[in-house]
């Protein structure tokens, strides 16, 4: 079983930045894709950011494109989430999704929130 760990969120000003991290414990054999999601308050949760191992390819929704960047560092089983020019409406839960051949494992967030 693979247990992702979220850390590196907190409080940023809007223009700031924020780097986070998720690193997947346990039999971590055979990650297919690793992304981030988010959940803002009242609202679904939503694709942020998306990478596959084999190829590393990347994808990003239309929000957070030339903003945030995705990248692992396949030795540390740990994947980033580069996070430039926050902005309000980017202040969610967020959470770290691995792909274990085709079952997913979800982290339990960390929060980030962009004060005006």
């Known amino acids: 079983q693979v247990q992702p760990v979220e850390s590196g969120g907190g409080l940023v000003q809007v223009g700031g930045s924020l780097r986070l991290s998720c690193t997947a414990s346990?039999?971590?054999?055979?990650?297919?894709?690793m992304a981030w999601y988010r959940q803002a308050p009242g609202r679904q949760r939503e694709f942020v950011a998306g990478?596959?191992?084999?190829?590393?390819?990347?994808n990003y929704a239309d929000s957070v494109k030339g903003r945030f960047t995705i990248s692992r560092d396949s030795a540390k089983n740990t994947v980033y989430l580069q996070m430039n020019s926050l902005q309000p409406e980017d202040t969610a839960v967020y959470y770290c999704?691995?792909?274990?051949?085709?079952?997913?494992?979800w982290g339990q967030g960390t929060q980030v929130t962009v004060s005006s």
């Open positions: 999704n691995i792909l274990v051949l085709s079952k997913v494992n």
């Open positions: 346990g039999t971590v054999s055979s990650i297919t894709a």
């Open positions: 990478l596959t191992t084999v190829g590393s390819s990347k």
